[in-house]
């Protein structure tokens, strides 16, 4: 529908007719009251909803309180001159529509009023055909800036549903995984939950980012993943591993880092791979020690190790909390890193969730796992 009419006779009726837009609002900045009267009447004639200002401080201030979608400024104004007024509000609202209006002939104006991105350069007197032929223009490019918009906002929104899909696909695969190790040891169904409840404590008292946070999360629900390509025999055995077989079992978080590279991000996969480094530098598989060993890995080699203390195997019973706390704080600055021992001793004094289920477990001796 065409907007508006150049021609000032036309009777009320056609005007609103010929499309003129009572929710189009428009802020007249001209220092001169003829002139800003004027086209103030010009535009209401067409049923554009106007607002006067007569100099950039008061049009400004205007605009803060207000959203116009065309904003009509003089340049040779006292004070802040039309250009400066221009500069402000591109600052503040790149996307503002302006048409700037003027009787200088000074080129250098017209040049800068393009270079800061007006709309539209119109010359005093004012054309009215030319000047609603600029307004028109003006609310055809809101017009399609407001499709563009929307048919953003549509894509966004489909790739946000996309990626929500992707996730809870991942999730459930990630769940599948779980159960694949866990159904091949009784006596560790539930660890990765439990080692994964434990991670979450000691990163909220961290305060680590959400995402660094949802990291470790998915470590510690997978860290024991490399498992999958160990055999029954090896992980089921109740005897004393042989050095052989114990050099199998030191390869699981290696096998895991090669398993989970292709789905997890960076530092999930650290946090896997090295998940049994000690602080002394005396763990595997690379013997990392101190800070060398990410701090997601030695998370979660605090929050495994509590597990495997507090949880019964088929070869031995269980530690009460107390008991593994003090294993803990034994192990301070040989197998933990202290700092992360000095917080898990607080979460455990003060009942944070620490070893709450394995307190109604039975009470026994310790093995790492
Ligand atoms: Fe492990």
């Known amino acids: 529908m065409e907007r508006g009419t150049s021609d000032r006779n036309a009777s009320p ?27 103030k009447d010009f535009l209401r004639e067409r049923n554009y909803r106007v607002d006067q200002a007569f100099n950039g401080s008061e049009a400004l201030q205007m605009m803060a309180r207000n959203s116009y979608d065309i904003v009509i400024s003089d340049i040779v104004m006292p004070g802040m001159d039309g250009i400066e007024f221009l500069k402000r509000v591109k600052s503040i609202k790149p996307d ?68 929500r899909r992707a996730q809870s696909v991942f999730f459930d695969a990630v769940q599948s995984l779980i159960n694949a190790i866990e159904a091949r040891d009784s006596y560790t169904r539930g660890h990765s939950q439990r080692v994964t409840r434990y991670t979450e404590l000691i990163t909220e008292v961290l305060q680590l980012p959400g995402e660094a946070a949802s990291e470790i999360r998915l470590a510690a629900q997978l860290h024991d993943i490399g498992k999958l390509g160990m055999s029954d025999f090896v992980l089921s055995k109740s005897g004393k591993l042989t050095e052989e077989e114990f050099d199998l079992i030191r390869k699981h978080p ?34 990392l020690a101190g800070e060398e060993i990410p701090l997601s890995a030695r998370i979660i080699a605090l929050a495994d190790a509590f597990d495997a203390m507090t949880s019964r195997r088929v070869y031995r019973s269980a530690m009460n909390t107390r008991q593994a706390r003090d294993e803990i704080l034994r192990c301070s600055g040989s197998q933990f890193d202290p700092a992360l021992v000095e917080l898990a001793q607080d979460l455990i004094a003060r009942g944070k969730g620490f070893g709450e289920a394995s307190d109604s477990q039975e009470g026994g001796s310790v093995t790492v796992n």
């Open 96 to 163: 503002q529509e302006v048409i700037m209006v003027t009787s200088s002939v000074d080129i250098s104006h017209s040049i800068e009023a393009i270079k800061l991105q007006a709309m539209d350069y119109i010359l005093k007197p004012i054309d009215f055909k030319e000047f609603d032929a600029s307004i028109r223009r003006a609310l055809e490019r809101l017009t399609l800036g407001r499709l563009q918009k929307e048919h953003r906002d549509i894509l966004e929104f489909k790739m946000i549903e996309e990626g």
């Open 254 to 287: 290696d096998v895991g880092y090669a398993i989970l590279q292709p789905i997890l991000p960076g530092q999930a996969l650290l946090a896997v791979r090295h998940h049994h480094e000690r602080w002394d530098g005396g763990g595997y598989p690379h013997g």
């Open 13 to 39: 009726a056609s005007r609103i007719d010929a499309g003129a837009d009572l929710h189009t609002r428009i802020l007249v900045v001209e220092d001169n009251r003829v002139t800003n009267d004027m086209v």
